[in-house]
């Protein structure tokens, strides 16, 4: 064994009660970072799911028709009144949206794009009406955008000609169920001829003019607001239905960092000369409150990681000056000064590995544990826990680096102790 690791082990088994309580310091202040970091990060991720699993990272439109002046007057040059009036807000198409979806395709970080209609309606079955809010999707890309195939409760997600997929709490207002038929009535001036029978397949792509749409999936995005407000139907019944020929309203994008959705809006906006809204600037609230728990973790963290950085280095100043006349007799002997630096970095090195190591495992059960404890009505955790391996690894390796650094100082008081000096007096 190192003549280093041979004494600062020494050391460490001479003074079991300060290594005891030093280990434990250290191995309870990592079983909380590794707890809460897990929590935290745990609830952000289910923030984010329940928030913005329903809807897309950013958001490609054509700019709203903007006010004009109809009538104004006029006297000696200065206005004296004027009548102004904003176009009523039809459903605009965007214009060679296939190549624009290409384009966003290639930008750095999008990782899904999908073809939106979207329109508002009211769903009708007998004397029953409702506004609810219409997507135009096409299934297979859209499933990445929204997990809506996982969010399905009954039926199925592929919808195809006049065939519709409505959330659970609208079913239920309507009393609807897998295979009833329902009416969407729009706004648009030109509605398509309709049918008991849905209407009219025409060629071979099962596209169905019609506003009489069969009931084949339910699903359910955890809210009860957007269950009762959403219905998707598919994109090209969805362009008859509101008259826009072969055009779509928006293109829908998800990115792979969420919290760059905001540059990569602005890039496609430059790109594409079109409106890129992302969920940043739509729910400013949902980003204070991501921004809010990730400031709390690292202020969590630094006062952690403070107290455990002290703790090891006022220990380590006591065996230096506890072992003063040994390391004095080292240092006569011959002893280099690097050699009993290293004695001491070596000791904050495994107060740090160890506690982190003691910690990670307390942590680990403590989370499980809170799990078990909390849970809802229906059996799921009431706070989700996200333990991953770079959690563990990463906070182990930052107990260590801590150690080290924390040693640093009696390390340096140690190796510069004067041999006669402390022989002498002590």
């Not at 955890?222 to 239905?241: H, M, Y």
């Not at 630094?302 to 380590?316: C, E, K, Q």
Request: hydrophobic share 50%; aromatic share 6%.
């Amino acid at each position: 064994m190192p003549f280093e690791w041979f004494v600062a082990l020494r050391y460490l088994r001479d003074g079991k009660l300060q290594t005891a309580l030093i280990l434990g310091a250290v191995s309870l202040g990592v079983a909380v970072v590794v707890f809460l970091s897990a929590l935290i990060s745990g609830l952000q991720t289910s923030l984010i799911g329940k928030t913005l699993g329903s809807q897309a990272h950013v958001v490609v439109h054509p700019p709203d028709l903007e006010a004009r002046v109809l009538v104004a007057t006029r006297q000696a040059g200065q206005l004296l009144s004027a009548r102004i009036e904003k176009p009523s807000q039809r459903l605009q198409s965007i214009a060679d949206w296939p190549q624009v979806l290409a384009d966003i395709n290639r930008q750095p970080g999008v990782v899904a794009t999908s073809p939106l209609v979207l329109g508002a309606a009211f769903v009708v079955r007998g004397a029953a009406s409702k506004a609810v809010s219409v997507r135009g999707i096409e299934p297979e890309s859209f499933r990445h955008i929204i997990q809506l195939a996982e969010k399905t409760t009954a039926g199925r997600y592929q919808i195809r000609g006049a065939e519709v997929m409505l959330g659970v709490d609208l079913a239920t207002d309507f009393g609807l169920s897998l295979g009833d038929k329902i009416r969407l009535i729009t706004s648009v001036g030109k509605r398509a001829s309709a049918s008991d029978g849905g209407g009219t397949s025409t060629g071979g792509l099962g596209v169905v003019p019609a506003d009489v749409f069969t009931v084949v999936g339910l699903f359910d995005l955890g809210a009860k607001d957007i269950n009762e407000r959403l219905v998707f139907i598919p994109l090209r019944s969805a362009q008859t239905l509101f008259d826009l020929a072969s055009g779509v309203s928006s293109l829908e994008v998800r990115v792979a960092e969420i919290f760059a959705a905001e540059q990569t809006a602005q890039a496609i906006a430059q790109r594409s000369g079109l409106v890129a809204d992302s969920w940043t600037r739509t729910n400013p609230q949902l980003l204070v409150a991501l921004q809010s728990q990730a400031s709390s973790k690292n202020v969590i963290l630094f006062f952690i990681t403070l107290t455990v950085a002290l703790g090891i280095a006022s220990v380590l100043i006591v065996s230096v000056v506890q072992k003063s006349r040994e390391i004095g007799i080292m240092r006569a002997v011959g002893t280099s000064r690097a050699r009993i630096l290293r004695v001491f970095l070596i000791q904050g090195g495994l107060f740090g590995f160890t506690g982190s190591l003691l910690g990670c495992g307390m942590g680990y059960v403590l989370a499980t544990t809170f799990v078990g404890l909390s849970k809802t009505a229906d059996g799921s955790p009431m706070f989700p826990i996200q333990l991953t391996p770079m959690l563990l690894v990463g906070t182990t390796v930052l107990a260590t680096s801590v150690g080290l650094l924390a040693a640093v100082a009696p390390a340096r008081r140690a190796a510069r102790l004067d041999p006669a000096e402390v022989i002498r007096y002590g």
